[in-house]
């Protein structure tokens, strides 16, 4: 069963029974491009999530392809003051970077930044995840893939570059070197060369539901210590300077202890969320 928590003409988000959040892009006719509203939702909506005792995980997908990136027709009007001023996708990026519950993407078809109207004509039947779509992608914490999809930033081909964090964390997952080729060339990759790499966590066939795979994966997540998993989370995203701090703070929580105890009697432990 899957329960609406909100709707909107370009998002549509709704809770599973299990506490999982599934939140979809709805604007196929524009390739699912971020416009400023769209983006505004999203942000509502992993804040609304973010608070929801009951919701464990989320997963990210889309209605057709995934993601094409900006929207061309507001960012022809930005001008770096004008977009220093509105704090363009900052607002976006810094929603998902203080996220605190694990958000996978389920990525079918493109995500890219940009595509003109001449790259979408060419591209209208082939799944392709670039620029500010790659970097919706990777702002998630983990990614799947249909086998078609393929990722590429070509913000260097008009003159501009990743700007939604795409530039680190891209070279935080894949090593400095990778990054710049793919960055500094404008080159796009297939889904099985970013599984390779590391980006993309698996590649799921054309044939099966990307979204079937993605919130399998976030119902197993989300059986266990939702404190724990966001703990877990911390640790990863801000590094090893604070990760024994997190550690020992995991301590006092009654699953640690839980488990703990469940280990040494031999049974399975009773996840209490505390």
């Known amino acids: 069963m899957s329960l609406p928590i909100a709707e909107s003409p370009s998002l549509i988000v709704?809770?599973?029974?299990?506490?999982?959040?599934?939140?979809?892009?709805?604007?196929?006719?524009?390739?699912?491009?971020?416009?400023?509203?769209?983006?505004?939702?999203?942000?509502?909506?992993?804040?609304?999530?973010?608070?929801?005792?009951?919701?464990?995980?989320?997963?990210?997908?889309?209605?057709?392809?995934?993601?094409?990136?900006?929207?061309?027709?507001?960012?022809?009007?930005?001008?770096?003051?004008?977009?220093?001023?509105?704090?363009?996708l900052k607002d976006l990026n810094e929603a998902f970077s203080s996220f605190r519950k694990p958000i996978l993407a389920a990525v079918r078809g493109f995500a890219v930044s940009w595509l003109s109207p001449t790259s979408l004509n060419k591209h209208a039947d082939d799944p392709y995840q670039l620029g500010g779509g790659f970097e919706?992608?990777?702002?998630?914490?983990?990614?799947?893939?249909?086998?078609?999809?393929?990722?590429?930033?070509?913000?260097?081909?008009?003159?501009?570059?990743?700007g939604a964090g795409g530039t680190q964390r891209l070279t935080k997952t894949i090593g400095k070197q990778k990054a710049m080729e793919l960055i500094l060339t404008g080159a796009t990759t297939s889904a099985t060369e970013m599984e390779r790499l590391g980006v993309v966590n698996r590649v799921v066939p054309n044939e099966q539901d990307v979204l079937e795979v993605a919130t399998a994966v976030a119902r197993t997540i989300a059986s266990f210590s939702a404190p724990a998993i966001s703990l877990a989370k911390?640790?990863?995203?801000?590094?090893?300077?604070?990760?024994?701090?997190?550690?020992?703070?995991?301590?006092?929580?009654?699953?640690?202890?839980?488990?703990?105890?469940?280990?040494?009697?031999?049974?399975?432990?009773?996840?209490?969320h505390r």
């Open 136 to 162: 919706l992608a990777l702002m998630c914490d983990m990614v799947y893939a249909t086998a078609d999809a393929r990722f590429g930033f070509p913000e260097i081909t008009l003159g501009t570059i990743p």
């Open 14 to 88: 709704s809770i599973k029974d299990d506490g999982i959040a599934i939140l979809e892009l709805n604007r196929p006719k524009k390739r699912n491009a971020l416009c400023q509203a769209l983006m505004d939702e999203l942000i509502a909506a992993l804040g609304q999530i973010d608070r929801n005792p009951t919701i464990f995980a989320a997963v990210l997908t889309s209605s057709g392809p995934f993601c094409a990136g900006a929207d061309l027709t507001e960012l022809a009007k930005l001008t770096t003051a004008e977009a220093t001023r509105v704090g363009w």
């Open 234 to 272: 911390q640790a990863v995203l801000a590094g090893l300077e604070i990760e024994r701090a997190l550690y020992y703070s995991s301590f006092s929580l009654e699953d640690c202890r839980e488990g703990v105890a469940a280990f040494k009697e031999k049974r399975k432990a009773t996840v209490q």
